[in-house]
Every structure is written in structure tokens, then in C-alpha cells.
């Protein structure tokens, strides 16, 4: 079992950039698919991204697609979401999951969830 924890959420304003990190613990990280999910007030949560177990495939979610970056680091046992060209549309709580189900986009997959961290982006 797995137990994550994100940080690095913050007030940023439109136009800036954040970097989330999500680091795993009590379980073999490398044997997780991550993935991100966001969910904005009055919103169901939604996925972001995703990055397999090595990193070797990684995909998006359109409407971040060229603006934020997945990446991982498995000797820290890190996952991180770089956020560029931020948005007021970007602002939710944002949450890393894990799953060994493999690659995964929906909610339901994932078995592990960290408690979330607010971004918020003013214009």
C-alpha cells in the first residue's frame, strides 16, 4: 500500500508557473502508474496526466496539453506536475493517484490518492 503526499500548490497569477511534487511512500513507486487529477470548485474531478511506471509514456489531457509537464523520479520516489502558462481555468485542488492497472485515465483505477493541494490562479 501505497501513501502519497502532495505539495507545492500556492496563489500564482495568470501567465506564471507552479511545480507540484508528489512523493510516495510505503509501497515499490516504481511499480505504480501515476497519474494527476484537478478538481475546480462545483466540478467533478478530472484527469490531467499520467506517466507510466519508467516514464516512458506520458500523456494529457487537452486542455493542459503543451503547458504542463508529468515527470517522475523513482530513486526519490517523487512524482512532479511542472504548470506553465497557468490560467484562471487551471485553479482546483489537485491530486496525485497511483495504480498498478497500468495505464489509466478515469478515477475509478486508481487505488491510492493524496490529500490534494490547492492552485489557485488569479487573473
Known amino acids: 500500500q501505497v501513501h502519497l503526499v502532495e505539495s507545492g500548490g500556492g496563489l500564482v497569477q495568470a501567465g506564471g508557473s507552479l511545480r507540484l511534487s508528489c512523493a510516495a511512500s510505503?509501497?515499490?513507486?516504481?511499480?505504480?502508474?501515476m497519474a494527476w487529477f484537478r478538481q475546480a470548485p462545483g466540478k467533478e474531478r478530472e484527469f490531467v496526466g499520467v506517466?507510466?511506471?519508467?516514464?516512458?509514456?506520458?500523456n494529457y489531457a487537452d486542455s493542459v496539453k503543451g503547458r504542463f509537464t508529468i515527470s517522475r523520479d523513482n530513486a526519490k520516489n517523487t512524482v512532479y506536475l511542472q504548470m506553465n502558462s497557468l490560467k484562471p481555468e487551471d485553479t482546483a485542488v489537485y491530486y496525485c493517484?497511483?495504480?498498478?492497472?497500468?495505464?489509466?485515465?478515469?478515477?475509478?483505477?486508481?487505488?491510492?490518492w493524496g490529500q490534494g493541494t490547492q492552485v489557485t490562479v488569479s487573473s
Open positions: 506517466i507510466t511506471w519508467a516514464g516512458r509514456n506520458i
Open positions: 493517484a497511483a495504480t498498478q492497472s497500468g495505464r489509466r485515465y478515469s478515477e475509478r483505477d486508481y487505488n491510492y
Open positions: 510505503g509501497g515499490t513507486f516504481s511499480s505504480y502508474v
